[in-house]
């Protein structure tokens, strides 16, 4: 069965940068995304990108300051976070799926990590 494994969570001052990795257990061809949970809030998806084209698809909240890509050599997709604010802070989780409709809806991904917590201090 598919494991995704996240990591690079730590915690940054606001304005600072964080790379997340999330490493599949098989190698993949699927679309892949990073969603994030914040405490008392639902999961909501931060960034998109395809398998093919490697079109991307981004939250508004995080358009321009958050890089999402794929290394296919390495079996590997990577959020870059920069300009980071308290807001971004909460759990953030890789997400693997054949197809979706609607991205950054939760119910529409198959496959989760267990996440890697990003805190951002103000």
């Known amino acids: 069965q598919l494991q995704l494994v996240e990591s690079g969570g730590g915690s940054v001052q606001a304005g600072g940068s964080l790379r997340l990795s999330c490493a599949p257990s098989r190698r993949t061809t699927y679309i892949m995304a990073w969603f994030r949970q914040a405490p008392g809030k639902e999961r909501e998806g931060v960034a998109m990108i395809d398998a093919g084209d490697l079109s991307t698809n981004y939250a508004d909240a995080v358009k321009g300051r958050f890089t999402i890509s794929r290394d296919n050599a390495k079996n590997t997709v990577y959020l870059k976070m920069n300009s980071l604010k308290p807001e971004d802070t909460a759990m953030y989780y890789c997400?693997?799926?054949?197809?979706?409709?609607?991205?950054?809806?939760?119910?529409?991904?198959?496959?989760w990590g267990q996440g890697t917590q990003v805190t951002v201090a103000s």
């Open positions: 997400a693997e799926q054949k197809q979706v409709l609607t991205w950054y809806e939760r119910r529409s991904w198959g496959h």
